[in-house]
Antibody, heavy 119, light 107 residues
Framework: QVQLVESGGGLVNPGGSLRLSCAASGFTFNDYYMSWIRQAPGKGLEWVSYITSSGRSIYYADSVKGRFTISRDNAKNSLYLQMNSLRAEDTAVYYC????????????WGQGTTVTVSS | DIQMTQSPSSVSASVGDRVTITCRASQDISGWLAWYQQKPGKAPKLLIYAASSLQSGVPSRFRGSGSGTDFTLTISSLQPEDVATYYCQQADSFPHSFGQGTKLEIK
């Protein structure tokens, strides 16, 4: 079945780094754009980043620009988020989502991975 | 950046009621709007895309409408399983911002 599974979350010190992964299965990964979205504890959804199917076009929220890097490996059906210079305000559940290329609707979501930035 | 504003922030209604949630964009986004439902402890789920298209598998009591800057999500007959927080999101220009959410409860 169509599935996204995130991994790589955990507890990290402020200023530290973490790399999130999102493994896709059940669909042709390189036909789809992908996004990362996060949700701080008790808060709403925040769009984080977006990558086209080839990886040629990439976009970021201002809050993470220059610190986070989105990438994908179509041969491994995987999406990544490299997070550097982490801050307490980056603490959140991070979701990866499949993006329909025609509508930009995010029609498949992972279960989320939790990132906690604290000393 | 485009700001998305939802109203109300929370709503309480009875089973069978018609419920309406509105979403306003700070500039024209044409029809590039999606609605998501998030139940506690779960990932969001796409309900409506392109402002008014029902995602496959979503009950027909959910309806989206609007274009430009003003959009509406309507639940025609509220069911207990509809208790959730609902978010709109614009996909017209980056960053693809979300509204702040509307928490729906049963009276």
């Amino acid at each position: 079945q169509v599935q996204l599974v995130e991994s790589g979350g955990g507890l990290v010190n402020p200023g530290g780094s973490l790399r999130l992964s999102c493994a896709a299965s059940g669909f042709t990964f390189n036909d789809y754009y992908m996004s990362w979205i996060r949700q701080a504890p008790g808060k709403g959804l925040e769009w984080v980043s977006y990558i086209t199917s080839s990886g040629r076009s990439i976009y970021y929220a201002d809050s993470v620009k220059g610190r986070f890097t989105i990438s994908r490996d179509n041969a491994k059906n995987s999406l990544y988020l490299q997070m550097n210079s982490l801050r307490a305000e980056d603490t959140a559940v991070y979701y990866c989502a499949r993006v329909d290329v025609e509508t930009n609707g995010m029609d498949v979501w992972g279960q989320g991975t939790t990132v906690t930035v604290s000393s | 950046d485009i700001q998305m504003t939802q109203s109300p922030s929370s709503v309480s209604a009875s089973v069978g009621d018609r419920v309406t949630i509105t979403c306003r964009a700070s500039q024209d986004i044409s029809g590039w709007l999606a609605w998501y439902q998030q139940k506690p402890g779960k990932a969001p789920k796409l309900l409506i895309y392109a402002a008014s298209s029902l995602q496959s598998g979503v009950p027909s009591r959910f309806r989206g409408s609007g274009s430009g800057t003003d959009f509406t999500l309507t639940i025609s007959s509220l069911q207990p399983e509809d208790v959730a927080t609902y978010y709109c999101q614009q996909a017209d220009s980056f960053p693809h911002s979300f509204g702040q959410g509307t928490k729906l409860e049963i009276k």
